[in-house]
């Protein structure tokens, strides 16, 4: 019986491959936590993507306005579907770069709040592209939506 105590002991005792279980162990968490950091920057950049997007979309809608009415048009040059057509071809440039075939833009017009001004509605709708699907979690969807008001 001696015998048999005294291996047990020995590997007891023995601390040699403690480094790889711990890793084992904490490794998958620890680099979950780092793409979860990844992911969060990567989701941030597209919110804030989309919200410039909406502005620029915006400003572009505000401008065709305004040349109509300097040219005695007095109607707005851009439907919603040339505006939509507009918001998506930014989006996939510099600096937003955004993968337009997970952006969909809505620009509907509305009843107006203010007297004598049009306004319309702009959604974007974006799936962000997710780095955490070793851990089940596909594409993010987020929805920026601004109103627009034309004069």
């Known amino acids: 019986m001696i015998r048999t105590t005294k291996p047990l002991a020995n590997l007891y005792q023995d601390r040699s491959g ?14 979950a936590m780092l793409f979860g950091v990844l992911q969060f920057g990567i989701g941030m950049q597209n919110y804030n993507a989309l919200r410039s997007i909406s502005a620029d979309l915006a400003r572009y809608a505000v401008i065709d306005a305004q040349d109509a009415a300097a040219q005695s048009d007095m109607t707005l040059r851009d439907t919603n579907d040339e505006l939509e057509a507009y918001a998506e071809e930014i989006a996939g ?3 937003y770069g955004l993968q337009t075939d997970r952006l969909t833009v809505t620009v509907t017009s509305v009843v107006t709040r203010i007297d004598e001004a049009s306004e319309r509605t702009i ?5 962000i592209p997710s780095v955490l699907g070793m851990i089940g979690i596909d594409s993010i969807p987020i929805t920026y939506t601004r109103p627009v008001f034309i004069a």
Do not use: D, K, R
Request: proline share 9%; net charge negative.
């Open 123 to 127: 959604t974007l709708q974006y799936n």
């Open 93 to 95: 440039a510099a600096p």
């Open 18 to 31: 403690s480094v790889i279980v711990e890793f084992a162990i904490l490794g998958p968490a620890m680099l």
